[in-house]
C-alpha cells in the first residue's frame, strides 16, 4: 500500500473520471531514500520504460536520480525536464540509427551493446563514446526473465570488449539484468562473480574497466510477502566489495520498486455477469489499456472501500476482446455497476504499456 491509505485516494479522486493513476509522492521519495542507503556509493540510474509520466521524471531528477532510456522519446522526456546528459546513460543493447544520433547530438556518451552489429552502429553513429557490454545471467526467481533476448557469454563479452576498443570506442565496463520482480538475491551474487570474470580476463588482453552496472529487478510487494531492498542490497554490495578493485563504479538501473508501490489503479465496475458459475465483474481498465502485467503472472493486490462479506470475482476489462481477463478467485464485497474498485501496487509498466485498443482510454496520471 502507498503511503497515502486508499480512504484519502478514495476521497482525492471523487467524483474524478476513470481509470486514473495515482501516485504518490511521498511513497517514492520514501524508496528512493530507502534504495540510497540499502545500495550506498552506486549510483541510481531510474529505468523511464518503467512509468515515463513527466511528474515522475522531475520528482526523482529533484531527488537527484540518474536516468536509463531505451529510445529517442524517452530522451525527450528527459530533456523537457532539463536532465542534462551526463546523467543519461542507454542500457538497451540494440538502438536505431535514429535514437544513436539524437543520444550523441544531446551528448549522451554511454552506452549498452552486445553485438558485432551494434559496435559497427556505434563506432559510425557515435564514435568514442563509452560502451558497457552486457552478459547473460541467471534470472533464477525472477517473475520476468530477460536472459533469451540479450546477452552474451564470458569469452564472447571479452572479443567484444576488444573489436570495441580497436573500432575506436571506449571499453569501460559490464552489465547485466536478473529479469525483473526477482525475489532471489543469491541471483545477483551469481551474477557479480560471472562479472568479475570477464572483469579479469579483459585485464588480460590490456582492457582496462571501470564500472559495473548491475541493472534493475528490485522486487516490490504484489500481497504475497517479498524480499526486502536491504536485503536484496546487502549481498550485493558485500560481493561486490569483495571481489571487485575499491575505486570501481557500480550503477544499477532500478524501475519497479521505485515507482510500483507508490501507485493506485482507480477503476470503475462497468459490468457484472455471472456465468459458468463464476461471478465476474468487467471494469473501465484491463490487460490492454493498463494492466497487461496480468498476462505475464503479475498478480495485483485489489480493494474496495465498501463494507460487506466478501465473493470471489473474476475481474476482466471493458474490451471485446477474451483475452482481457485480468485476473481469477479476487475476493471483493458485492459490487454494483459504478462502485469502485482500487489496484495497489500499480505504479509500474501500467500506463506505459497501456494502449488505445478497441477506443479504450488509458488512464490518466495524478500525483498526490
Not at 16 to 21: A, D, E, G, I, W
Not at 147 to 157: L, Q, S
Not at 171 to 176: A, E, H, S, V
Request: proline share 5%; hydrophobic share 40%.
Amino acid at each position: 500500500m502507498s503511503a497515502n491509505s486508499l480512504g484519502e485516494i478514495e476521497r482525492a479522486t471523487r467524483g474524478k473520471q476513470t481509470p486514473l493513476l495515482v501516485i504518490d509522492k511521498r511513497a517514492i521519495q520514501d524508496r528512493f531514500g530507502e534504495l540510497q542507503k540499502a545500495i550506498g556509493n552506486a549510483r541510481i540510474y531510474y529505468a523511464v520504460k518503467t512509468n515515463p509520466h513527466w511528474r515522475v521524471i522531475a520528482l526523482l531528477h529533484e531527488l537527484g536520480a540518474h536516468f536509463e532510456i531505451s529510445s529517442e522519446e524517452e530522451l525527450k522526456i528527459l530533456q523537457r525536464r532539463g536532465v542534462p546528459a551526463e546523467k543519461i546513460i542507454a542500457s538497451n543493447p540494440v538502438k536505431t540509427e535514429a535514437s544513436l544520433k539524437a543520444a550523441k547530438k544531446a551528448g549522451v556518451t554511454f552506452f549498452a551493446f552486445d553485438s558485432h552489429t551494434e559496435i559497427e552502429k556505434l563506432s559510425r553513429f557515435a564514435p568514442n563514446s563509452s560502451v558497457y557490454v552486457r552478459l547473460v545471467v541467471s534470472n533464477e526467481g525472477s517473475q520476468w526473465p530477460l536472459t533469451r533476448k540479450f546477452g552474451v557469454e564470458v569469452e564472447d563479452a571479452v572479443d567484444l570488449l576488444h573489436e570495441a576498443q580497436v573500432k575506436g570506442l571506449e571499453p569501460c565496463g559490464l552489465t547485466f539484468h536478473v529479469g525483473s520482480q526477482c525475489t532471489t538475491p543469491e541471483t545477483w551474487v551469481k551474477a557479480i562473480e560471472k562479472a568479475k570474470v570477464v572483469w579479469d580476463l579483459a585485464r588480460d588482453r590490456g582492457i582496462k574497466l571501470r564500472m559495473l552496472n548491475i541493472g534493475g529487478g528490485f522486487p516490490i510487494k504484489y500481497g504475497e510477502d517479498s524480499v526486502s531492498i536491504a536485503d536484496t542490497a546487502r549481498p550485493v554490495r558485500d560481493t561486490i566489495d569483495r571481489i571487485f578493485p575499491r575505486d570501481t563504479e557500480v550503477l544499477l538501473e532500478p524501475g519497479r520498486v521505485l515507482v510500483g508501490e507508490a501507485g493506485t489503479l482507480v477503476t470503475t465496475v462497468v459490468g457484472k455477469a455471472r456465468r459458468n458459475e463464476e461471478n465476474w465483474l468487467y471494469l473501465d481498465v484491463g490487460v490492454f489499456n493498463g494492466l497487461m502485467e496480468s498476462i505475464g503472472g503479475i498478480r495485483y493486490p485489489v480493494a474496495s472501500t465498501k463494507n460487506g462479506s466478501r465473493e470471489r470475482y473474476v475481474l476482466a476489462g471493458p474490451s471485446c476482446d477474451s483475452l482481457d481477463i485480468i485476473q481469477d478467485d479476487t475476493p471483493l464485497p458485492d459490487l454494483d455497476v459504478g462502485d469502485r474498485v482500487y489496484f495497489l501496487s500499480a505504479g509500474a509498466y501500467t500506463t506505459a504499456y497501456a494502449s488505445r485498443f478497441d477506443g479504450l482510454a488509458i488512464p490518466k496520471t495524478t500525483m498526490v
